[in-house]
C-alpha cells in the first residue's frame, strides 16, 4: 500500500507557475512509475506526466509539452510537477498517482495505476 499526499495547488493569474508535490512515506515510492493527472470540471480525467523508475522516460500530453516538468527528489521521497506559463484552460483537479512496471502507453493510462493522492486544485485566471 502507498499512500500519497500532494500539496502545492492555488490560484495563480494566466502566464503564472505553479508547482506540486507529491509525497509518500513508503520506501518503494523511489521505484514507481508516478503518473499525473487533471480533470476539469464536466471533463474526464486526462494524463498530463509520466516520471518513470530511475526517471529513464519522461512523458508529457501535448497540451503541456514545453510548460511542464516532472522530477523525482529520491532523498525527500517526492516527485514534483513544476507547470510554467499557465493558462486558463490548465484550471482543474490535479492528481498524482503510482504504479510498479509502467512505461510507454501504459504509463499514460490512469486505469493502469494503483494508488492515487487526493487531488489539489489549480486555477488558473484570465
Known amino acids: ?50 516520471l518513470t523508475w530511475r526517471d529513464s522516460y519522461r512523458y508529457y500530453a501535448d497540451s503541456v509539452k514545453g510548460r511542464f516538468t516532472t522530477s523525482r527528489d529520491n532523498a525527500k521521497n517526492t516527485v514534483s510537477l513544476q507547470m510554467n506559463s499557465l493558462k486558463p484552460e490548465d484550471t482543474a483537479v490535479y492528481y498524482c498517482a503510482a504504479g510498479y512496471g509502467l512505461f510507454g502507453a501504459g504509463a499514460q493510462n490512469e486505469n493502469e ?14
Do not use: D, M, N
Open 113 to 126: 495505476y494503483a494508488y492515487w493522492g487526493q487531488g489539489t486544485q489549480v486555477t488558473v485566471s484570465s
Open 1 to 50: 500500500q502507498v499512500q500519497l499526499v500532494e500539496s502545492g495547488g492555488g490560484l495563480v493569474r494566466a502566464g503564472g507557475s505553479l508547482s506540486l508535490s507529491c509525497a509518500a512515506a513508503e520506501r518503494t515510492f523511489s521505484t514507481a512509475t508516478i503518473g499525473w493527472f487533471r480533470q476539469a470540471p464536466g471533463k474526464e480525467r486526462e494524463f498530463v506526466a509520466a
